[in-house]
């Protein structure tokens, strides 16, 4: 079969590395849009707290509804992020016990928190 080089079809083990790719890029790409709704979650907890404790007066007590509502979606979207990174170390892993083992990625692109 040719290869690429030859200006045929891209060879099998070609293909599969292209696939990999850009399965790992879209992972990476989730889980850093994850990492940016968590961080949007956490920006509007805070903005409401500080926009209370401008509300509350010495004598009154106001129960927060919303932060549970904050707190389980960013439970949620941690387990999502958690899960997205075992997926990639498991891409990451078998990328690199493969042919080109020699070639490892950079694992600082893919930090999951």
């Known amino acids: 079969m040719q290869n690429s080089a030859e200006g045929g079809r891209p060879a099998p083990s070609e293909a599969l590395n292209d696939s990999l790719a850009s399965i790992v890029s879209n992972l990476v790409s989730l889980i850093q849009h994850i990492q940016a709704s968590v961080e949007l979650i956490e920006t509007a907890i805070d903005q409401e707290q500080r926009a209370g404790d401008q509300e509350i007066g010495a004598d009154i007590v106001v129960l927060d509804d919303v932060t549970p509502r904050y707190a389980k979606a960013t439970a949620a979207l941690s387990t999502c992020n958690a899960s997205l990174g075992v997926a990639l170390q498991f891409l990451l892993?078998?990328?690199?016990?493969?042919?080109?083992?020699?070639?490892?990625?950079?694992?600082?692109?893919?930090?999951?928190?």
């Open 93 to 113: 892993e078998t990328k690199t016990s493969g042919p080109q083992a020699d070639r490892a990625p950079d694992r600082r692109l893919f930090v999951c928190n």
